[in-house]
T-cell receptor, first 110, second 115 residues
Framework: GQNIDQPTEMTATEGAIVQINCTYQ??????LFWYQQHAGEAPTFLSY????GLEEKGRFSSFLSRSKGYSYLLLKELQMKDSASYLC???????????FGTGTRLQVFP | KAGVTQTPRYLIKTRGQQVTLSCSPI?????VSWYQQTPGQGLQFLFE???????NKGNFPGRFSGRQFSNSRSEMNVSTLELGDSALYLC??????????????FGPGTRLTVL
């Protein structure tokens, strides 16, 4: 079966760095996605990892360790607009389905 | 390019009724996936259509059905609505040609409330 775990909520201060963790268990792994979702809006694509290591995109970076079933999303120089839910999703290699975690709600305070 | 569009944005129905939701994918995208999002369960996969054929299916009852047209637009139908069907229904499109690396792009969703 598949299982994805993320913290439910996190808080951080403007200008700081925050790391959102995601652990997963799947019968077959074929890529991990991070999405950002502001309240009342559609999820928007942030990053994709399929090989171990760090992918950097501006203020956002995503890391993957396939042997540990672990990923994190790193947000630097936090801004108020980064307050949102962050969804971790894993693609199952046998079904090609994207399995989503329940998301981490991040609140950034001034 | 225009993004994924969904209509209607909001719907209120009563138990026992049926509802049809519509999704227009990004131009050139041939795959459309549907998800149900609720506060407790997160995003749950309903089904995926590619070239007018259902390519994948989640674990939802038969009351939930869908179809895709030749222009890649997709519709989702829920019959005999139940209170528990109240949710945000999201549609996502992707090129669909390389399932390993396909990235899904989401529409704004349809907020369905069942009374």
């Amino acid at each position: 079966g598949q299982n994805i775990d993320q913290p439910t909520e996190m808080t951080a201060t403007e200008g700081a760095i925050v790391q959102i963790n995601c652990t997963y268990q799947t019968s077959g792994f074929n890529g991990l996605f991070w999405y950002q979702q502001h309240a009342g809006e559609a999820p928007t694509f942030l990053s994709y990892n399929v090989l171990d290591g760090l992918e950097e995109k501006g203020r956002f970076s995503s890391f993957l360790s396939r042997s540990k079933g672990y990923s994190y999303l790193l947000l630097k120089e936090l801004q108020m607009k980064d307050s949102a839910s962050y969804l971790c999703a894993v693609r199952d290699r046998y079904t090609d389905k994207l399995i989503f975690g329940t998301g981490t709600r991040l609140q950034v305070f001034p | 390019k225009a993004g994924v569009t969904q209509t209607p944005r909001y719907l209120i129905k009563t138990r026992g009724q049926q509802v049809t939701l519509s999704c227009s994918p990004i131009s050139g995208h041939r795959s459309v996936s549907w998800y149900q999002q609720t506060p407790g369960q997160g995003l749950q996969f309903l089904f995926e259509y590619f070239s007018e054929t259902q390519r994948n299916k989640g674990n939802f009852p038969g009351r939930f059905s869908g179809r895709q047209f030749s222009n890649s637009r997709s519709e989702m139908n829920v019959s005999t609505l139940e209170l528990g069907d109240s949710a945000l229904y999201l549609c996502a499109s992707s090129p669909g040609t390389d399932q390993d690396t396909d990235t899904q792009y989401f529409g704004p969703g349809t907020r369905l409330t069942v009374l």
